[in-house]
């Protein structure tokens, strides 16, 4: 008998450029990390514009006496339009960096307009909009025993998240570490938008008890944008070693995850309160005051969250916020 020709090489693997150039349908997994590559291009690029920008700017310091008839001088004047040429690069890169991630986000996690009607959707953040909508803050001690248990908030906050393929591949590492950074401190902003917006529009009622359990969801989600960035569900976490352990320059601060959860945590602290003139006490910069109030509340969010406990006066809290605008 013959022998059959041998297969094409093309039956076995696709032709370079030619996976995400044919007709064929894309995954969701497939889907996901072409867009994560394209943000782990970006900050790349960003990158080596800046360090070649550092690298000219050390050829500067070195050769900055230079006589300015000299042709060393025509070359340091050519790197210095050099320098500034990659800074402006750099900055381009980072500012559509960070655009591209918003439009990652939106189209992985979903958005929420405060100002719309909830809507039904799948997507991860009307989904969590809703739980909070329908969360009750009114609690005494038995109903918080019930309302804290871990799987109903794991239910209702973070398996949405864990579950949207965004957050999973970055979780898993599959993004470097400063675009992981930036997409959890733009999903974090969100959540604290939608977390703090919710509680206020829908005037949330709540006691000592109630302010425990919004503490404690606050926390989780926290934990949940540090574990993101940290990458605690990798194997070995982000950027580890042959060891298992975390090289040094691989390590990603979460210092900026928790800034943005500022404005809750202050949020947490006030419905906790014993008394609204307790707040006096705290060492919390407010915004609108002078120096630098980034991420604080301003005397008006931190009325209207003090209104929301439903055993403190009216007069105590304008007396309170009141202090808080002359200051």
């Not at 040094?248 to 202050?266: A, G, H, P, R, Y």
């Not at 008394?275 to 006490?281: E, G, K, L, Y």
């Amino acid at each position: 008998s013959s022998t059959p020709p041998p297969r094409s090489a093309s039956s076995r693997a696709p032709r370079s450029g030619g996976y995400y150039t044919t007709n064929r349908k894309r995954t969701t997994e497939e889907h996901v990390l072409s867009q994560l590559c394209a943000l782990n291009g970006m900050h790349s690029a960003s990158a080596a514009c800046a360090s070649l920008s550092e690298l000219f700017a050390s050829y500067l310091h070195e050769g900055g006496g230079a006589d300015p008839s000299s042709s060393a001088s025509s070359s340091v004047s050519m790197i210095q339009t050099s320098l500034e040429e990659l800074s402006g690069y750099s900055r381009a890169y980072q500012s559509l960096l960070l655009d591209q991630a918003k439009q990652t986000i939106a189209n992985w996690c979903g958005m929420v307009n405060l100002d719309d009607p909830p809507r039904v959707s799948l997507d991860p953040l009307p989904r969590m909009h809703k739980f909070l909508l329908a969360e009750q803050y009114e609690l005494d001690s038995s109903a918080f025993s019930k309302a804290e248990s871990e799987n109903r908030i794991e239910a209702g906050l973070l398996q949405i998240l864990r579950d949207c393929p965004l957050v999973r591949d970055i979780t898993q590492g599959k993004a470097d570490g400063d675009v992981a950074l930036t997409v959890a401190n733009e999903l974090s902003s969100q959540l604290v938008d939608v977390v703090l917006g919710t509680i206020l529009r829908d005037r949330k009622r709540f006691t000592d008890w109630g302010a425990l359990l919004l503490s404690k969801e606050v926390r989780c989600l926290q934990d949940m944008m540090c574990a993101i960035v940290s990458g605690e569900n990798s194997r070995g976490g982000r950027g580890a070693n042959d060891d298992g352990g975390m090289a040094e320059d691989d390590l990603i601060s979460t210092v900026n995850i928790l800034d943005k959860f500022e404005k809750l945590n202050q949020a947490t602290t006030i419905l906790q309160l014993e008394r609204p003139a307790d707040w006096s006490t705290m060492a919390y910069t407010v915004g609108g005051s002078r120096g630098d109030t980034k991420g604080s509340l301003t005397p008006d969010e931190i009325q209207s969250i003090m209104l929301l406990r439903v055993d403190f006066s009216k007069e105590a809290v304008v007396s309170v916020c009141a202090g808080l605008k002359k200051g």
